[in-house]
């Protein structure tokens, strides 16, 4: 069973940081792109930032790009989301999600498990 679970949420002032963490399990890690999401109260699920298999490549929504970076260590199992420059706009439940194939995407449907969501509240 593919289990995938976020920590590193919480509360912070605009202009701060968190790192979000993901461990993943139950599937060889690294044959699998990876991607965190986020949805704020009212509104649709978003695309954040995907990575693809060995981490060679990233790509990321127009919104955070220059602030957040994606990154993994296949060794640990584990996606992270470094969060920079935060702003109260940012303040979501963040997702992570393992791709169905090696090759990263923005679309939530190519995404076939996903974590349980961790808080990012961003206080201006």
């Known amino acids: 069973q593919v289990q995938l679970v976020e920590s590193g949420g919480g509360l912070v002032q605009a202009g701060g940081s968190l790192r979000l963490s993901c461990a993943a399990s139950?599937?060889?890690?690294?044959?699998?792109?990876m991607g965190w999401f986020r949805q704020a109260p009212g509104k649709e699920r978003e695309f954040v930032a995907t990575?693809?298999?060995?981490?060679?490549?990233?790509y990321y929504a127009d919104s955070v790009k220059g602030r957040f970076t994606i990154s993994r260590d296949n060794a640990k199992n584990t996606v992270y989301l470094q969060m920079n420059s935060l702003k109260p706009e940012d303040t979501a439940v963040y997702y992570c999600?393992?791709?169905?194939?090696?090759?990263?995407?923005?679309?939530?449907?190519?995404?076939?498990?996903w974590g349980q969501g961790t808080q990012v509240t961003v206080s201006s």
């Open positions: 999600a393992t791709a169905s194939s090696k090759v990263m995407t923005t679309t939530g449907r190519r995404y076939d498990y």
């Open positions: 139950g599937r060889t890690f690294s044959n699998y792109a």
């Open positions: 990575i693809n298999w060995s981490g060679s490549s990233t």
